[in-house]
Antibody, heavy 128, light 107 residues
Framework: EVQVVESGGGLVQPGGSLRLSCAVS????????MSWVRQAPGKGLEWVAN????????YYVDSVKGRFTISRDNAKNSLYLQMNSLRAEDTAIYYC?????????????????????WGQGTLVTVSS | DIQMTQSPSSLSASLGDRVTITCRAS??????LNWYQQKPGRAPKVLIY???SLQSGVPSRFSGSGFGTDFTLTVSSLQPEDFATYYC?????????FGGGTKVEIK
C-alpha cells in the first residue's frame, strides 16, 4: 500500500524559514518524479515544485523561485521542501504528491501527467 | 501559463441526479486534462486522466469528455459520497495549473 506522510508545518513569522518533509513507502520512490502542491485556506490547488527521480532537475512555480528548494533523499525515501523568506501568501496546506505518467520541465510536459498519490498535507501558517 | 476556468463554482443537487461540471482551458490542450475530487479535510484524489480515462478504482458513474479547450466531468447518478469539490487540471504544458474548483452540495 502506498503511503505518503508530510511533516514539518507550523507557524512562522514573515521572512522566516521552514523545512517540510515527506516520507514515502509502498513504491519504489527513486523511480518517480515527485511534486509539492499547495492549497491556501478555502482556496484552490496550486502546483509548487517538481523534482526528477535522481534529483538532477527541479522546477518551480514563479512565485516561489529563489525562495523555495525542493530536494530528495532516495536512500531515505524522503522528499523535502526548504522554504525561505516566507510571506503571508505562502500560508497553505502543502501536499506531497507522486507524479504519474510522465514529467514536466520548465515549459513542456511529456506524457499524460497527473498526481496519483497524495499525502494528507501539512499546514504552514505565515503570520506575525 | 494556461488558465483553467470551471463552471459553475458551486451547485446543489439531489441524490440520483445527473451532474455535469465544465472546465475550459485558455488555449488548446488536446486531451491533457485531469479531474480530481476533494472532500473536506482530505487530499485530492484523481478520478479521470487524459480527459476520459477512468482511474483504477473509481466508480463508473464518473465520466469525462472533451478535447481542445472544453471539457466536462459527469456524474451519472449522484451518490452520498460524491458531495465534494471537483478540480480540473491541465497537463499540456508547464506550469501545471488547476481550475478554481466546483463544490457539489446537497439540495
Amino acid at each position: 500500500e502506498v503511503q505518503v506522510v508530510e511533516s514539518g508545518g507550523g507557524l512562522v513569522q514573515p521572512g522566516g524559514s521552514l523545512r517540510l518533509s515527506c516520507a514515502v513507502s509502498g513504491f519504489t520512490f527513486s523511480t518517480y518524479w515527485m511534486s509539492w502542491v499547495r492549497q491556501a485556506p478555502g482556496k484552490g490547488l496550486e502546483w509548487v515544485a517538481n523534482i526528477k527521480e535522481d534529483g538532477s532537475e527541479k522546477y518551480y512555480v514563479d512565485s516561489v523561485k529563489g525562495r523555495f528548494t525542493i530536494s530528495r533523499d532516495n536512500a531515505k525515501n524522503s522528499l523535502y521542501l526548504q522554504m525561505n523568506s516566507l510571506r503571508a501568501e505562502d500560508t497553505a496546506i502543502y501536499y506531497c504528491a507522486r507524479l504519474w505518467g510522465g514529467y514536466c520541465n520548465n515549459t513542456n510536459c511529456h506524457g499524460f501527467v497527473y498526481f496519483d498519490n497524495w499525502g494528507q498535507g501539512t499546514l504552514v501558517t505565515v503570520s506575525s | 501559463d494556461i488558465q483553467m476556468t470551471q463552471s459553475p463554482s458551486s451547485l446543489s443537487a439531489s441524490l440520483g441526479d445527473r451532474v455535469t461540471i465544465t472546465c475550459r482551458a485558455s488555449q488548446s490542450i488536446s486531451n491533457y486534462l485531469n479531474w480530481y475530487q476533494q472532500k473536506p479535510g482530505r487530499a485530492p484524489k484523481v478520478l479521470i486522466y487524459a480527459a476520459s480515462s477512468l482511474q483504477s478504482g473509481v466508480p463508473s458513474r464518473f465520466s469525462g469528455s472533451g478535447f481542445g479547450t472544453d471539457f466536462t466531468l459527469t456524474v451519472s447518478s449522484l451518490q452520498p459520497e460524491d458531495f465534494a469539490t471537483y478540480y480540473c487540471q491541465q497537463a499540456y504544458s508547464a506550469p501545471l495549473t488547476f481550475g478554481g474548483g466546483t463544490k457539489v452540495e446537497i439540495k
